[in-house]
């Protein structure tokens, strides 16, 4: 089974001092990996998902 790794730095920019957590992306780029959506178009197609599936929507 495999573990994601996870870092988590302080947000010292914060008011109230609350933890970031960020995906540490590297190994899966050492791997060849490659995001193929831009984030405005996976948002987008999320959201129309969202919109045409009658099921999602009832929720």
Same mark, same amino acid.
């Given at each position: 089974?495999? +573990? /994601?790794?996870? /870092?988590?730095?302080?947000?010292? +920019?914060?008011?109230? !001092? @609350?933890?970031? @957590? $960020? $995906?540490?992306?590297?190994?899966? /780029? @050492? $791997? !060849?990996? &490659?995001?193929? &959506?831009? %984030?405005?178009? !996976?948002?987008? $197609?999320?959201?129309?998902?969202? %919109? *045409? *599936?009658?099921?999602? /929507?009832?929720?």
């Amino acid at each position: 089974m495999y +573990q /994601a790794d996870f /870092a988590c730095w302080e947000n010292t +920019q914060s008011w109230h !001092g @609350k933890y970031r @957590k $960020l $995906l540490d992306v590297s190994k899966a /780029a @050492k $791997l !060849g990996w &490659t995001y193929k &959506t831009e %984030l405005e178009d !996976g948002i987008r $197609l999320s959201y129309e998902d969202f %919109l *045409n *599936n009658p099921m999602r /929507a009832e929720r």
